[in-house]
């Protein structure tokens, strides 16, 4: 199956230069060599055009929030693509940037050489103005393609406001892409013509990054210019431990899934969330071992198209559970990222939050706490100072604590505006999964999108969903939580 068309786009007026030596896969967002259409969609280049197929999978040391951990994510998942592309008869080159703007002119150099380029279509953080900036500037053509999901970012026409209404859409619209899933192995019997060395004037000036860097050696990110205080975690990245943390989810987790996803303790999730971000692992891949281990064919799905949360797509409760996350509340975060270029900012919120979070805007706050204080988990509250130690630390908090967690963000600062920026920056400096469509889509559900408004109406909340730690604490266990995390 060649990739379809509503998930390719063409960025630039370029020509195709038929010249050239080989085509050129930017791998930005979807870090894996399997399961990923933009991949699929480079080697059909290769195959139509006859030449070889040069695969940069860079990282730059400058983008915000760069870190030990960030980087020791990243470079697990190229020690795998070095290992897993080795015997495919294509040139993979790691590249990562040892001085500040080193890279500079990288992508230039090899895409003056290429008859193509192809990269990942991701809507958020900084890879979109990345893609365009590099529209502009490079001489060939520059297309972007689109991996993201079940349902291509641009099937959707309009942003939607609440989960319900865009699972309705899903329900009417998804069984046509489910149809269309990328190959397993877009380089299986590729036979294409090898490259028998990238041009020496190129890898001198921009050398590949060393076995040592990405095996992890000791010393390997000390000297970069990156946040060292932000150390890397035991969670190891790559799609070697994707594939692992995917098949605990299905043999140990899944069928208490749907009773147990909001207790914390319980330890239910997938916790492919850093996975998926960095596209070690593709959410075709999750649905397909999914819906295997279910017994599931596309006849399985309902005919009605109610919105309803749970029978549409005819398999267990608990993979219903779980399929809601993956597809709906996952691609819902997506389908914003996409459509709205604001939606990180405060003006993107819907306008009853925006007006009833204006209106509280004045109202005392009990506690108040700086950036600093919130970043040590120096609060009057043992919950609360628990997970951002839990953040911290280990990169990742339970979904149900990152609400509360949020909540209380919005509580303890002096204005809705300033909540929005300490939570972006604390979830994104930290964790695993940050930087997201997810990210901006959780931390805005905290100030109201994707909800609707609750009574009573209270100080600094008005009429946003409000969350207490108190009841928190009594419906979990959260003792053993709290004392593991404590300072
Ligand atoms: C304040 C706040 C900040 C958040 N920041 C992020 C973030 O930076 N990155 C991120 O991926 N998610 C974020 N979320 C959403 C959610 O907390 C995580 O996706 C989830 O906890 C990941 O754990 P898991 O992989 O075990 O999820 P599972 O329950 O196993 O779900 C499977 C997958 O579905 C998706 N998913 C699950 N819950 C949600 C949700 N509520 N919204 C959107 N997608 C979801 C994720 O991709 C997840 O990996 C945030 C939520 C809040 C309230």
Redesign the pocket.
């Known amino acids: 199956m060649t990739v379809p068309d509503i998930r390719i786009q063409v960025l630039n007026a370029s020509p195709v230069n038929g010249e050239g030596e080989f085509i050129l896969y930017w791998m930005i967002a979807y870090r894996r060599a399997h399961c990923n259409f933009a991949l699929q969609r480079a080697a059909e280049r290769a195959h139509e055009l006859n030449k070889p197929l040069v695969i940069l999978e860079a990282l730059r040391s400058g983008y915000p929030w760069a870190s030990d951990r960030l980087h020791r994510f990243v470079l697990d998942g190229m020690a795998d693509n070095a290992r897993r592309l080795e015997r495919k008869g294509v040139c993979y080159y790691p590249y990562v940037e040892p001085l500040l703007d080193a890279g500079k002119g990288l992508l230039a150099a090899l895409a003056a050489q290429a008859c193509v380029v192809v990269t990942d279509d991701f809507p958020a953080f900084m890879l979109p103005r990345m893609v365009t900036a590099a529209a502009r500037q490079l001489p060939v053509r520059l297309e972007q393609v689109d991996s993201n999901g079940l349902l291509p970012l641009r099937a959707a026409d309009r942003v939607f406001t609440t989960a319900y209404s865009f699972r309705r859409f899903l329900q009417k619209n998804l069984r046509w892409h489910l149809i269309e899933f990328p190959e397993e192995d877009p380089l299986a019997g590729a036979g294409l013509p090898r490259l028998h060395r990238l041009p020496e004037q190129i890898t001198e000036r921009w050398p590949k990054a060393k076995d040592d860097m990405l095996a992890g050696g000791k010393r390997s990110l000390a000297g970069l210019p990156i946040d060292h205080s932000v150390a890397a975690t035991e969670t190891r990245g790559g799609s070697v431990a994707a594939e692992a943390v995917l098949q605990r ?1 299905l043999d140990e987790r899944l069928t208490r ?1 749907a009773e147990a ?1 909001n207790q914390p303790e319980e330890a239910v ?5 850093p996975y ?2 960095f596209g070690h692992v593709s959410a075709h891949q999750v649905f397909v071992e999914l819906m295997t281990r279910e017994g599931w064919s596309i006849g399985d799905l309902a005919t009605v198209a109610k919105g309803s949360r749970s029978g549409w797509w005819g398999v267990s409760p608990s993979a219903e559970a ?1 399929l809601d ?2 597809v709906t ?2 691609e ?2 997506f389908n914003i990222c996409w459509q709205r270029e604001d939606y990180d900012r405060f003006e993107s919120l819907p306008q009853w939050a925006i007006k009833t979070l204006s209106e509280h805007a004045r109202d005392p706050r009990p506690h108040l706490y700086t950036l600093e204080e919130l970043e040590s988990g120096r609060t009057h509250d043992p919950l609360w100072n628990a997970a951002q130690m839990q953040l911290a630390r280990e990169g ?4 149900y604590l ?2 509360l ?2 909540k209380k963000i919005l509580e303890w600062t002096t204005s809705p505006q300033e909540a929005l920026a300490v ?1 972006i920056e604390l ?2 400096k930290y ?1 695993l ?4 469509p ?2 901006y ?3 805005s ?2 100030l109201g999108r994707y909800d609707r408004p609750w009574g009573p109406e209270r100080p600094v909340f008005g009429k946003v969903r409000y969350m207490s730690s108190e009841s928190a604490a009594r419906k979990l266990r959260v003792r053993d939580y709290v004392s593991e995390y404590a300072l």
């Open positions: 989810f899934y996803r999730t997938s916790e492919l969330s998926l971000h779980f996350q993956l509340w996952r819902l975060g990742r908090i339970h979904n990152r609400m967690w949020g939570m979830n994104n964790a999964d940050g930087r997201d997810n990210s889509s959780g931390i559900w905290v």
